[in-house]
């Protein structure tokens, strides 16, 4: 069968080719792991809790209701960094497609994390799809807001950990005359950099990236990711370096940061309004592809 489960995970397994496979937690709706033909593509911490007893360092965790602090709404800024869905055991709705295997899970008030949905009441559903191709993976989302009355705001990232063979053989290309906020600086700037290289701790939260606009990771010269967007106008690129690693007890090997590298496509920048019976929908595709340098435009 192309898609099992054993109540706390689901995999996905692809007919065409069984070396290529997904695993999604439940607890989360985390992906911890995708091979390619055989080859992990996503960094999992050795250290990383696959219990439900806290949300998973590594993988594709999923950043909802809010990325950061909230300093413009209160019930918003209760919640803790990267929000709820994350800290929540998600219900998997079953398989909707069989080639390419396809399958779905949702997230709503009544059986999301109890003690921060008191801290943010509001109303709303998800809808996550999981599709993987025989050279791809994309995760879709939707988000509704089933209230009649009330207005919903929120943010939604793919917190989206690569890896990667070493850190400072890697760059990523195509964010070159993109604005920028710099979350180390706590400035806001325009990259002028042809690529982001890496030999210290990197933060960065570009903006409203047209979504024609393809990121690509590359080691020495040949691309090792490459990341399109559907309505997930910014991205976040970020390595933790030496001492981040070391200050994070779920991050192991403390070494682990050479071998990965987050870039996060988002809606962070701002927060996303749904008028009352409105959804909102976007998606990442991760890929393979030849290199693609796109300049400034």
């Known amino acids: 069968m192309s898609v099992t489960t054993d109540g706390s ?30 080859q992990e593509q996503l960094w999992l911490s050795e250290a990383a809790k ?29 919640l803790p960094q990267h929000g709820l869905a994350r800290n929540s055991t998600w219900e998997f709705l079953g398989q909707t497609k069989s080639n390419p295997p396809t399958v779905q899970f949702a997230l709503s008030p009544e059986i999301a994390n ?51 063979e070493d850190i400072e053989d890697t760059f990523v290309s195509n964010l070159v005359g993109m604005k920028l906020y710099d979350q180390l600086l706590q400035e806001t700037y325009v990259d002028k950099h042809p690529v982001v290289t890496f030999h210290e701790e990197k933060d960065l939260v570009y903006k409203n990236i047209a979504d024609e606009r393809v990121i690509q990771v590359v080691r020495r010269g040949e691309p090792v990711h490459t990341l399109k967007r559907h309505n997930l106008p910014d991205a976040v690129v970020w390595n933790p370096w030496i001492n981040k690693s070391k200050s994070m007890a779920d991050f192991e090997p403390k070494t682990g940061y050479e071998k990965m590298l987050c870039v996060e496509p988002g809606h962070v920048h701002d927060l996303i309004t749904l008028a009352p019976g409105e959804s909102w929908d976007a998606y990442q595709l991760l890929y393979r592809d030849e290199l693609k340098y796109q300049a400034i435009e």
């Open 9 to 38: 995970k689901v995999v996905l397994t692809h007919p065409d080719d069984k070396t290529s496979c997904v695993t999604i937690l439940n607890y989360g709706a985390t992906v911890t792991s995708w091979k390619l033909k055989g």
């Open 114 to 164: 109890q003690e921060l949905t008191k801290l943010w009441p509001s109303d709303f559903s998800l809808v996550l799809t999981i599709e993987l191709g025989l050279d791809f993976l994309k995760t879709a989302i939707e988000v509704n807001n089933p209230s009649k009355t009330e207005e919903l705001k929120f943010n939604w990232l793919f917190h989206t950990y690569l890896k990667i």
């Open 50 to 78: 696959l219990d439900g007893s806290k949300p998973v360092r590594g993988g594709i965790p999923l950043v909802f209701p809010i990325f950061g602090k909230s300093k413009t709404d209160d019930a918003l800024g209760k």
